[in-house]
């Protein structure tokens, strides 16, 4: 099957377009509303979410879902007490976005691409900032169900940044 946009990657298109939507959209102050939000969500249960923007792929990854499982080991989203790590990958330069989380979150597939299929809607929109902050909501919402809740009289432990990551 021939991937759609394909011209794009082969001239070198797909990573100017990259680099470019990620300046546009993810300005600091942006980054900064994701990490607080991603902060504030945090205090109820026991998952972790990490945001990574890439603006362009390496050309190593054949797939966006490959790359997005390279990502979530090296940023260690895996590395939480509780296995309860997720990772909302962006590719900007594919136009894909993945959601990889751990295997002490209990979310069936379909409830993730529920979450993907907005942001993308949003994306499309060009309203990148509210869907991306809709997705942590949408995110959050599942972790609050499917993530070990936090011991009665226990703190929040915050082990993975809130930080959104560019890649």
Known sequence: MRRKGIWKEFTGWAGLEGQWLRRK?????????????IRQSERDHTG??????????PAHVSGSEQRALEVFGRLRVWDTPLNTGVLLYLALDRHHIEIIADRGIAAPDDLWAQVCERLQAALREKQYAAGILAA????EAILKTRSAPLPSGAGHVNDLPDEPVLL
């Open 136 to 139: 942590v909501d949408d995110i």
């Open 25 to 37: 959209h993810f300005s600091h102050e942006t980054l900064a509303q994701i990490a607080e939000r």
């Open 48 to 57: 972790e979410l990490v945001v990574a923007v890439e603006a362009v792929t």
